[in-house]
């Protein structure tokens, strides 16, 4: 066969198989569909499916389709961070800063300190740190990695919920963009190449005068109009973000960041983010699929993402926790909060990514962290539902 039929032998896979077992095993109580896609993934590439049938990864698999691939997730997920970041309702968290600082501080720093301890302890065993890494680097990132919440998913799991409209899901919204800013934040100091600092400089003082620029350049355009000018934009941002030395997704998050939703009509938004979803993100699960690896010893990949949820789960319900009691919520609603900003995948998969792609980790490493965020975004719905139930009854006296 030519690279065209297996192309989209491929594809069929990508899109059939998850979307099987999803509709089939019905796991959208416990694992919504793009649970399902990762997990998929994993399964389908080299260390699992490609592992017992070489011959079959290395027919549908080969280096032109994965390159073909590539090439599609590497624009899907520059979309797909470009909406995450419009749609930071920055005004929103700053009228309530008080109370979203504290708690997103709470949410952020707590899982970060306990997976940056674990990380101290795994990453000083070899072949954890990539080559182009550091000590420091690598157990900053992994701490963060333990302490992200994926906005996009958050948002998916409270329409899921009944909360997305409602005072609570307000609530977290502003919570998880507020760790959001400081998530990209982080993860630009962890890539900060001292031989490209003048680079770096040169990129964010550019970026921030065509910033503004832009901002008053989109309230006068159309609507049609906007939304060419935005990918215009955030295919710029993010060659310049890549060339100073960072990373293209960084630049798309901030290529977002400094635009209003509110020049975009909403429900043309949310079908943007549905389509993605639904058309070309899941070709970027695979392709993270593909790239995991069970080579240091698959037991102690195993155990390493299971200490990691231990120190991510706790380390958010601890924050949260706090933040509840620093601010007098009543009974219930931290357990809430702390267990719906567990969700980690996406935004999580994307940041690893990233460290992946800049070699500060290693695809062992990479690997314990994707199954640590399957499995923390697994557990936010059957675990929020009897507490949302809860705290939803009326209070007797």
């Not at 699992?48 to 290395?58: D, E, I, Q």
Request: charged share 10%; with cysteine.
């Amino acid at each position: 066969m030519g690279t065209t039929e297996i192309y989209l032998i491929a594809l069929t896979i990508i899109l059939a198989v998850p979307y099987a077992v999803w509709r089939l095993a019905r796991t959208d109580r416990f694992a919504p569909l793009v649970v399902v896609q990762i997990i998929g993934g994993i399964l389908l590439g080299p260390g699992v499916l490609g592992a017992a049938y070489p011959a079959y990864y290395a027919f549908v698999f080969n280096p032109q389709v994965i390159a073909a691939l590539n090439g599609i997730a590497w624009w899907a997920v520059m979309m797909f961070v470009f909406v995450a970041g419009l749609e930071l309702d920055l005004a929103d968290a700053w009228r309530h800063r008080g109370e979203t600082a504290l708690t997103a501080g709470c949410a952020l720093v707590a899982p970060l300190l306990l997976g940056a301890a674990a990380a101290a302890v795994l990453l000083a065993q070899p072949g954890w740190i990539g080559p182009k890494g550091t000590y420091p680097q690598a157990v900053l990132g992994v701490g963060m990695a333990c302490a992200v919440t994926a906005l996009p998913i958050l948002v998916l799991l409270m329409e899921k919920l009944g909360l997305f409209r409602q005072p609570l899901g307000q609530r977290l919204l502003r919570y998880a963009s507020l760790d959001d800013v400081a998530i990209w934040g982080v993860l630009a100091l962890i890539l900060l190449d001292w031989s490209r600092l003048g680079r770096q400089g040169l990129f964010l003082a550019a970026f921030a005068v065509a910033a503004f620029v832009m901002r008053k350049a989109m309230q006068r355009l159309p609507q049609d109009d906007r939304w060419y000018v935005a990918l215009v934009w955030l295919a710029v941002v993010a060659f310049g973000a890549d060339w100073s030395g960072l990373h293209f997704m960084v630049g798309a998050f901030l290529a977002g960041a400094v635009l209003d939703a509110r020049w975009f009509d909403t429900a043309r938004l949310d079908a943007m983010r549905n389509f993605l979803l639904l058309t070309i993100m899941p070709v970027f699960f695979l392709s993270t699929g593909l790239r995991t690896s069970f080579g240091v010893n698959g037991a102690m990949v195993f155990a390493a993402a299971g200490v990691l949820l231990i120190a991510s789960v706790a380390g958010k319900l601890l924050g949260v926790h706090l933040a509840g009691r620093l601010l007098g919520w009543q009974r219930g609603e931290a357990s809430v909060i702390g267990w719906m900003l567990q969700t980690k995948a996406l935004i999580m998969i994307i940041f690893v990514n990233v460290l992946l792609d800049r070699e500060v980790i290693t695809a062992q490493t990479f690997t314990a962290l994707l199954l640590m965020a399957v499995g923390s975004t697994a557990l936010t719905t059957p675990m929020v539902r009897p507490r949302l139930a809860r705290l939803a009854r009326p209070t007797v006296h």
